[in-house]
DNA sequence: AATGAATGAGAGTTCATTCAT
DNA sequence: TATGAATGAACTCTCATTCAT
C-alpha cells in the first residue's frame, strides 16, 4: 500500500545524486563515469543530460544541498565579533555541520586535484577557507602571535581531519565527535591560558 | 673538460621522475597525462616507456625515493617502546621529514580517490597508516580512553596537515614548523599532564 | 477590442517557422538544433513535434510558403516558347522572386551538403534547376553553342549569386538589384549580337 | 614491382587527407564524421589524431595545400595597379587556380553555415574575400559607379561559379573553362567600353 | 495544445599502452 | 636510448525523436 513504484512526477534528479553522491565517495569524482550512474539506475546516459547540464552540475547539486548548514554557520560567524567565545561556538557548530556533510567534504578531500579547475571546486574551497579565516580573525587590531594562530589552526584541523580520520575507529561515533570537539577546545583554550597562566 | 652536452649515462629518468612530479603537484596525477609529461621534456611519450613500466611506475619510484625517510622514521619508531617520550620524538621527527617530502604526501592528500585501486596507493596510505599506528600504540596492556586516542590523533595532524595547508602562510617556514610541533608536543603533554596536574 | 491575450487559434505553428527560419539562416541547418528554436520560442521541443512531425518538415513548409512565386515562375516559363525574350523576361521576374525568397536560398546555398540526402533538399534544388533548365533552354531544334550556352550560364549566375554577394554592400538594395538585372540582360543580348555583328 | 604495399615511414597523413577531401566533398564536412573516414582508411580513429590534432585541422592542412595557388595569385594581385588590364590577368588566373583548388572551394561553398564558425572558414572566406577586393578595387581615387562594380562583381561570379555549375555538363572542362573565361573578359570589356560607345 | 521524461545512436576527443625499428 | 605509428577502450556530451499524460 502506498509506495508509487516508479514515481509519477519522476524522482529521477533525486536518485540520479543519491547514486552520485554514493559512487563519487566511494570511486572518486573523475573515475565515476557517467555510465556508471546511468547503469546503477538503470537509466541512460541521456537521462542525466535531461536533468542535470554537465557532470559538473550534479557534483554542484550535491553541493548546494549538503553544504547549505555550513554557508549558514559562516553567514551567523561573520556576523559575531572574533572573540574566543565566538570561536569555541564556531568550532562546536562546524563539528556538527561537517559531519552532517562529511560525504561532500570528503570528495572535495579526496578528489581536491581533479576538482581544482572546476567552478564546483572553487565554491567548495572557499568554503572552507572562509571557515578558516573566521578560526584565525584576531580579536582586536594587532596581529595575532604565530602560535597563537598556530592554536587556531590546529584547533580547526582536529575538528576537521578528525572528522574523517577517526570514522574508522571503532566505537560510538557520537562519542568521538565530542571527544575531538573537547580536544579542540582545550587547544584553543591554552591560547591564553598559557600566556595568562 | 666537464659538462657533457648531452646527458651523462641518462639523466633521463632523472628528468622524467622530476617533471613528473612537479606536474603531479600541480595539475594532479591522474590529470597529468603522459602527453604532457613528455611535451614538458622534449621526449616522446615512448620514452617514458623505456624508462618505465607504467604511468604508476613513475609515481612508484617517486615514492620510493621521498619516501624513504618516512620508512627509516617507522623502522626506528617499531624498535622503541610506545613511550610519550618516544612519541614526542616520533612527531619531532615525522615534521622533518613530512616536510622534507611534501610533494609527495601533497599528491597522496590530493589525489586519494584517484590513487586509491593503484598499488602505490596502498602502499603510501600504509606508509601513513604505519605512523598514525606508532602514535596511538598504547604504552601498556589496557586500551587508552577514547580521550587520550583522540589527543594523540590531533597531535599528528597537526603536525602532518599543518605542514600542508599552513604553507601559504607568508613568514618562515621553519619557524612554522616549529611552532606546529610545539602545539603538538602541548597537545601530547595534555593527555596525562591534565590528569597529572 | 479584441486582442486575444495567448494566441489566437494558435499561432504558434506560425512563429515556429519565423524563429526556425531565422536560426537556419543564422546557423545554418544541421547546426540549429530543435532545443534551440523551442528555447527561443519558450515552448518544449515537444512542442515542435506537436505542430511539425520532423525538424525537415519545418523547412518543407518554408519552402512551401517562400518557394511559391519561383514555382509560379517556373510554371510560367514552361509555357512560354524559349525565345531570348522569353528568357529576358524569366531573368527580371526571377531577379523579384530570388529577392523576396533570399532566406530560403541563402540556406539552400550555404547548407548543400547537409541538404543533400534531405527530400527537401531536392525539391529545393530541382527549382533551382528549373529555372536553369529554362534558361538554358535551346530556341530551335539545334544545340546552341557552347559559347551561347555559358552566357545563359553567366546571366543567371549573374542575377542568382549577385543577390546574395552583393547584399553586404551598402547603398539601396533595389539599385542594385536593378543594376544586376541589367547587366544580365547586357550579356544575354550579347548572345547573338556577337553572331549578328 | 616496387610499389612498397605498406609504406615504411608512413604516408598514412597523405592518406588521410585525400580520403578526408574526397568524404567532404562528397557528404559534407559536418556529415563525415571521423568513424568514416577512419574505416574508408582501415585506420582507427586514434590513427587520425595522432596525425591531426582535431577534425578541423584536417581540412586546415587540405585548405594550405590546394589553395596556395590562389594565395599566390592574391600576393601578386596586391602589387599590380588595379588597371583593366591587370583584372583581366588577374580573372584568367584565377580560373585556373579555382579549377585545380575544385573540391576545397566545392566543400567552402557546399558547407558555408557549417564552416561559418571554424578558424578554417573564416580563413577560407578571407581568400574569397581577398580576390573579390582585388577585382572590384578602384582604378583612381574616385569611386566607381554602381553599374560597373556590378559589371566587375559578375564577371567573377562567372568564373567562379560557372566553374561548379557547369561542371555537370558533358563535354570538354577546359573548352568550357576558356568559354567561361572569354564571357567574363566581355563583360569586364563592356564596363568601358559602354560609356565609350 | 503542449509538457516532462526518456531513449538510442552517435559525435569528437583523450588516454595509457605497445611494438617494430 | 629512443622514436613513429598505431590501437582499444573509454569519456563527456548532443541530437532528433517518442510517448504517456
Known sequence: MGTTPRARRSDTRERIQQTALGLFVTRGYEKTS????????????????????????????????????????????????????????????????????????????????TLRDLDIGTRLRERVGAVSQLVHAAEDGEDAPLETLVRFSSALLTVHFGTFTLDEMPGDPEARRAALLQVAMEILDSTDGGSAG
Chains 1, 2, 3, 4 share one sequence.
Open 34 to 113: 557517467l555510465r556508471e550512474i546511468a547503469e546503477e539506475l538503470g537509466v541512460t546516459k541521456a537521462a542525466l543530460y535531461y536533468h542535470f547540464k554537465t557532470k559538473e552540475d550534479i557534483l554542484t547539486a550535491l553541493s548546494d544541498r549538503l553544504g547549505e548548514p555550513v554557508d549558514e554557520l559562516i553567514a551567523w560567524g561573520r556576523e559575531q565579533p572574533p572573540t574566543l567565545e565566538n570561536k569555541r561556538e564556531l568550532l562546536s557548530r562546524y563539528s556538527v555541520a561537517v559531519r552532517d556533510a562529511a560525504p561532500l567534504y570528503r570528495i572535495l578531500q579526496e578528489n581536491q586535484a
